[in-house]
């Protein structure tokens, strides 16, 4: 059914008890279809962190190799298996209708961080010097990652930080409540040790005494700016010009990113007795977290449409709610009310329904005329969004209609040796979507400086026998312990405990291992049933044919039940639980099992 392909070949170790033998490279487009398809989680991840094999290690107890599997794709995996937006999960095969609920993989790459040996060693594979040179303008979670594996492919790096310290907004935006800060600055160091040059306190821009771009891109051979979204997006009132700097008009009013950045700069924050936050994302989730924190009694985050509709995890929302944190949907704010003295005593809310849905998979909100009402408030939070700023480039470069900077295919902007990445290029996101951007561009970054491109091929491991257990489907989801709510006074003191290494081996059973390709050997199979008749659901079908795509991917299974028209017993990955009871129950040993999944080798 598949036919010949090239691929190259590398011989290692007799199989041991996972199975590992003779290694296969293929750059055959059908098993690099193969794994996009069949791997939903891989797939879906930003990074394209290669979630079942880090997920099997933890199940094996190899901590330290796990983190190790991370940290190829996602740079800072402690880091992210505490904040990440998990994109992974919502594709999981396991939370697919009738299988349960998804694996807990986020909380898993964090345990993976934390279990890891003390004296774990990081190891890298290294390429040889380039003699190229790399200015980085920015050390948020884009510029680290591209940095990172720019420092790997052989380049010089140096990355222009204008902060104190790096990080971005995993330090300046995100609560240490959420994200410990010695764990930050211990992935950071991993991250930036091998070479790259930090120089923080920089000011890269056209102000007088900074930095201009224009003098980096005769320094270095290429400059990628990594500057991300730091402008507040303005909330249009009724009665004020658009584009009001409201934390000006009212000293009761902040925005959500300058209200967390202040903090964590040290600055001492306070709130009013009652904290109306406007908001429906993390940002909005975090101001309100912390404004309980800082003495709010009464903390409301309003929502355009309803709470089912917006982009954050359910653990994070479900935390924001046992914290006392009310929730209030179908409302946009249309004015402020002030006091005499000027001073903020409510907002004026119009009432929404839901109407129809964006693009982004999102519902709109539709007011509904005369339904104007307030509540009363003594401090308000606005934290709707962020969008880029442009005016620290002391050139003219393309940009789109959203402000946006405008890159082409090999990811430079209009200017000759300038590139761009993360939330600079497509507007706020998250730290995963940031990451796995950037090493998108510092891919193409490297394959202009050196004038070839590293080959992503897919790797086929053989495996010995079957590693999951059809038990494992019943493993109910591993929920996440957090502290009492009586110590969530402190802005530092993490919520989140971890699992122990009980939680964390029973929640690596679930994971469906979908990198394992259960495949029929037709010239073998004497067309027993025995393995359809064995399989505990419907994963193993007659087809008379399959279609190809270009990409590599296959189209809907042909099936039939004419025993003369078939081609092919096919194995259906979308239904396979990978229980290995069809490759125990064939006659003729015609089920072949191998590990699937993407590797970069020197072109």
């Keep these: 059914m598949r036919g010949d392909h090239a691929s190259t070949e590398k011989t290692g170790p007799s199989p041991d008890k996972n199975g590992q033998g003779t290694i296969h490279y293929s750059d055959d487009p059908r098993d690099a279809g193969w794994v996009r398809q069949n791997i939903p989680c891989q797939t879906a991840c930003p990074a394209g962190t290669n979630v079942p094999a880090y997920i099997r290690a933890i199940a094996d107890g190899r901590h330290g190799e796990a983190y190790e599997i991370n940290r190829e794709a996602n740079v800072l995996p402690g880091v992210l298996g505490r904040i990440c937006s998990r994109p992974c999960e919502s594709a999981c095969r396991h939370g697919w209708a009738g299988n349960g609920d998804p694996v807990g993989i986020c909380n898993l790459k964090r345990s993976a961080a934390d279990m890891k040996d003390a004296r774990h060693r990081i190891t890298e594979r290294l390429y040889a010097p380039t003699g190229k040179r790399v200015a980085v303008v920015g050390a948020g979670p884009a510029g680290v990652a591209a940095a990172y594996d720019l420092s790997l492919l052989g380049h010089d790096v140096v990355i222009f930080e204008r902060e104190e310290k790096p990080g971005g907004m995993l330090r300046y935006g995100i609560p240490e409540f959420r ?11 991993n991250a930036l040790r091998l070479g790259v040059q930090l120089r923080t306190g920089v000011t890269v821009g056209a102000g007088k005494g900074a930095t201009r771009v224009s003098t980096l891109l005769s320094d270095f051979d290429a400059v990628l700016l990594a500057t991300g979204c730091m402008a507040p997006v303005h909330l249009p009132l009724r009665g004020l010009p658009d584009g009001t700097d409201l934390s000006q008009h009212c000293q009761d009013v902040e925005y959500g990113l300058g209200f967390l950045v202040d903090l964590h700069r040290g600055q001492n924050k306070r709130v009013g007795r009652r904290v109306a936050v406007v908001g429906a994302g993390f940002t909005a989730l975090d ?38 944190i009310r929730i209030k949907g179908l409302r946009t704010p249309v004015a402020l009310r002030t006091d005499e003295n000027g001073r903020l005593i409510g907002v004026e809310f119009v009432q929404n329904r839901l109407g129809g849905w964006r693009d982004n998979g999102r519902r709109l909100a539709a007011p509904i005329e005369g339904s104007e009402f307030v509540e009363e408030c003594d401090t308000l939070i606005i934290a709707i969004g962020q969008r880029t700023v442009n005016d620290f480039l002391d050139m003219r470069v393309e940009v789109g ?47 202009w400086l050196v004038g070839r491109k590293r080959r992503r091929v897919v790797s086929m491991e053989p495996v010995a026998a079957p590693l999951r257990q059809p038990a494992h489907d019943f493993i109910p989801r591993q929920h996440m312990p957090t502290i009492p709510l009586p110590e969530r006074h402190q802005l530092t003191r993490e919520v989140e405990c971890g699992y122990n290494q009980n939680l964390a081996s029973e929640e690596a059973k679930r994971c469906y291992l979908c990198d394992l390709r259960y495949q029929i050997n037709v010239d073998r199979c004497i067309y027993c049933r025995a393995c359809i008749e064995v399989a505990p659901r419907n994963c193993i079908k007659l087809v008379h044919s399959v279609e190809i795509r270009e990409d590599g991917t296959h189209g809907p299974l042909q099936e039939t039940k004419e025993w003369q028209k078939v081609a092919a017993i096919w194995i259906d990955n979308n239904e396979c639980i990978r229980c290995g009871a069809c490759f125990k129950v064939c006659p003729v040993a015609c089920i072949s099992i191998t590990r699937n999944h993407f590797v970069t080798v020197d072109g």
Excluded at 179 to 189: A, F, Q, T, W
Excluded at 297 to 314: A, F, G
Aim: aromatic share 4%.
């Design 179 to 189: 994200l410990p800060r010695p764990l930050l600055e211990i992935e950071l160091h």
């Design 287 to 324: 101001c309100a977290r912390v404004a309980k924190r800082l003495g709010g009694q009464e903390v409301t985050i309003h929502l355009r449409t309803s709470e089912e509709y917006i982009p954050v995890t359910s653990e994070e929302l479900f935390e924001t709610k046992r914290e006392g």
């Design 401 to 447: 209609r959203s402000g946006n900077v405008r890159i082409a295919e090999n990811g430079m902007t209009s200017v000759h040796g300038l590139f761009a990445a993360g939330d600079y290029v497509g507007g706020a996101s998250t730290a995963i979507e940031a990451i796995g951007h950037a090493r998108q561009i510092a891919d193409k970054i490297d394959t």
